[in-house]
Structures are given as C-alpha cells and as structure tokens.
C-alpha cells in the first residue's frame, strides 16, 4: 500500500534524491538482499495490516494513524541527523500536493477499499500502478516517450487487471466499488509521480527531509478531514491498534528509509523489483492468516499485471541524477 516507479502499498510517496552531493557512504550492516527481502515483507503485509485496523477504527482513522506513526519515525531520524525542513512556499505547496495525492488519498482509498474487497485483491491492484504511470505517459504529453514494448505492456498488464476481475463472469464476486477505489488509489499514485517529477527538482532540500515534510502535511489533511467524515474512535483494540502502528512505524516510515538506502546502494532499477514481489506477499497473506478465499484467476490475472507492469519498465533512461525512494503503504 505507495516505484520508481512502483507501487505502494505498497503498499508511496516519492520524491526525487534532491541532496547535493555527499561522501560514500558507510557499508550498510545487512547485506541489500536481506534488506530488499524485508522491505517486501513489510510492504506485502500492509494490505493484511489495514484489513485488520479496518476492524475496530474508520478506514480515515486508520489512514491518519498511519501518516502519524510514519511521520514519526521519519521526524525522529530528522533529528538524529539534525537535517532542516526544506524553506519556501512554493516548495511547502507542492509538498501539500504530492501529500496528498501521494499518501492522503490513496492509503484511505486502500483503507475503504478493503471495507468491502480482500486484502489479497487490494494488493494486486496496487501492483497496477505502474500501468497508471505508462497510461499517463502516453495520454499526456511527456519527456519519457513510450516505445511499442512499453505500450503493449499496458495493453497486457490492463488485460491482467481484467483477469482478476473475473469480467468473463460479469466481475462476479467482486465489489465493484472496493475494486474501483483501489484502482483510483493506485492511479494516484501515478499521477503524485508525475507532479513530483515536474515541480519538486532542484529545491535543494534533502531526501529525507523532503519525504518527512510530505507526510507530515499529509498528516495535517488527515487531522482537519477525519473528524469531519469518520466517526471518532472510542476504544483502542490491542491488534487493531498495532497493526495500525506497524502499517505507519514499518510500512510508511522504515520502509522508506529501506527503499531510500537501496535506492542508493544498487540504483532505482534493481530497488522498484520489490514491486513485484508485494502482490506475492499481500496474496499469501491474506490466504494465510486471514482466510481469504483464492480463485484460479486471482493468481492468474496478478502474474499477467505483473508481466504487463515489467514491460511497461523496461527501456527506462531517465536522468542519473533523478533518484526517487517510495513512502508506501
């Protein structure tokens, strides 16, 4: 549940690596393969985490818990390493918006979404962002032109969306709503991406504290609307309340500094893979631990996206320097 280009939630937000340059830095302590592993863990049980918050909290609850525990873990480590905020209101007004098209309104599409669908289809349309991405990229004009490879890798990938619809059965079984605002939420992604990648470079601020500032406006949108649109929680469940700190401490907060340092340690090519892995995992997850009932086409039609999504990559040469990390849930 959030690649460069990817998904999220994967489980993102993503801003481009605006630091200037820096001395190498220190080997990490874990191997990238170790990282890369959990970092698909904790982005394939995020699907599983919302379901299990949805439980005792509004979907909008869940979602600002998650903003709030993210931005929490990203604010301490701000000041650890005693970065600044980022300066200016241009840069503060294009944060608000990559916040939340970023992060307020896809992770609480995603939230009200699995009201009503699986954790385990939630997922894998959350894989379909990258098809969002390639759509935008040929209905708008853009600097990252499509080949024929990368066009018909959206033809494929939305013939796997299909798929997992069951739209042979009249998408018998499945919500229709709940899969619509999935799809919405990962659409919105794209169209964060895109924004980023057009307002957001060159501001001279950092990473992290680009990412940090993001998701705290994010947290702020979510403050002034939830009360306003969900009712107010009264009680706090035990599991409810941890998967919601899990969702936002691991899934939106430490997944983004994994993502970041892979990001800088083996390049966006080989770190945006995960996406592919987090359908997998959200699929397992939700069979496993949550009983969710698995047709044949549901398998079927995510390995069809995820072959159309790869495809829609493949060729990629954007600028060296623009380095994106995603904040997913």
């Not at 009249?170 to 709503?177: E, M, V, W």
């Not at 359908?279 to 390995?303: D, Q, R």
Request: aromatic residues 8%; contains cysteine; proline residues 7%.
């Amino acid at each position: 549940m959030t690649t460069a280009p990817a998904p999220t939630t994967a489980p993102a937000p993503v801003v481009p690596d605006l630091s200037p340059a820096s001395p190498a830095p220190r080997r990490p302590l874990l191997d990238w393969r170790i990282r890369f592993g959990v970092l698909s863990l904790i982005w394939g049980f995020s699907f599983l985490f919302i379901k299990v918050g949805n439980e005792a909290f509004a979907p909008l609850y869940v979602t600002l818990g998650r903003m709030l525990f993210g931005t929490a873990v990203l604010f301490a480590v701000l000041a650890v390493k005693r970065e600044r905020l980022p300066r200016g209101g241009r840069v503060w007004g294009h944060l608000a918006v990559s916040a939340f098209l970023l992060n307020a309104l896809p992770f609480s599409l995603f939230a009200y979404a699995e009201l009503t669908i699986p954790s385990t289809l939630a997922g894998i349309c959350n894989a379909a962002s990258p098809l969002w991405a390639m759509l935008l990229a040929v209905v708008v004009v853009s600097d990252d032109r499509p080949t024929r490879q990368r066009v018909a890798g959206l033809g494929v990938g939305f013939i796997g969306v299909l798929i997992v619809l069951g739209a042979w059965q009249g998408f018998s079984g499945q919500d229709p709503l709940g899969t619509v605002l999935a799809l919405v939420a990962s659409a919105s992604y794209a169209v964060g991406w895109s924004h980023v990648r057009r307002t957001l470079v060159g501001t001279g601020a950092s990473h992290l504290s680009m990412s940090g500032t993001q998701l705290l406006l994010g947290t702020v949108q979510l403050a002034v609307v939830a009360p306003v649109f969900a009712r107010t929680p009264h009680s706090f469940p035990a599991l409810p309340l941890l998967s919601v700190l899990a969702l936002g401490a691991l899934g939106t907060g430490v997944a983004f500094l994994i993502q970041y340092g892979l990001v800088e340690e083996v390049g966006p090519t080989t770190a945006m893979m995960v996406t592919y892995f987090v359908p997998v995992i959200a699929t397992a997850a939700g069979v496993a631990i949550l009983g969710e009932h698995l047709s044949w086409n549901t398998p079927v039609g995510a390995l069809v996206v995820l072959i159309g999504a790869a495809l829609t990559q493949s060729g990629r040469h954007g600028p060296r320097r623009e380095r994106r990390a995603i904040i997913k849930g």
